[in-house]
């Protein structure tokens, strides 16, 4: 998915691309993976990691919804 990656950043590397790899090899190995991001709105040329994510197949849900799933936290409580 080249579309992760913004072509008008310099410097530092994102970790978008290694991020739906490693997704995929788990996937590969029958593990449950999914992405949590809260990355959902796409902006320019850069496609959002939520939207990679679903079109590989691969789960992805935001930090909130998480917390709320596993109990970690309520999701009233996170305001």
């Known amino acids: 998915m080249p579309e992760v990656l913004d072509p008008d950043k310099e410097g530092t590397e994102e970790a978008d ?3 739906l790899a490693m997704a995929l090899e788990l996937r590969a190995e029958t593990v449950d ?11 320019g ?6 939207s990679a994510a679903g079109a590989l197949g691969i789960a992805s849900v935001s ?7 596993e109990g970690i936290v309520a999701f ?3 305001g």
């Open 17 to 19: 691309s290694y991020l």
């Open 76 to 78: 009233q409580d996170l």
């Open 45 to 50: 040329a850069k496609m959002n990691l939520g």
């Open 33 to 43: 993976a999914r992405i949590v991001t809260e990355e959902f709105k796409t902006s």
């Open 63 to 69: 930090i909130r919804t998480m917390l709320n799933a």
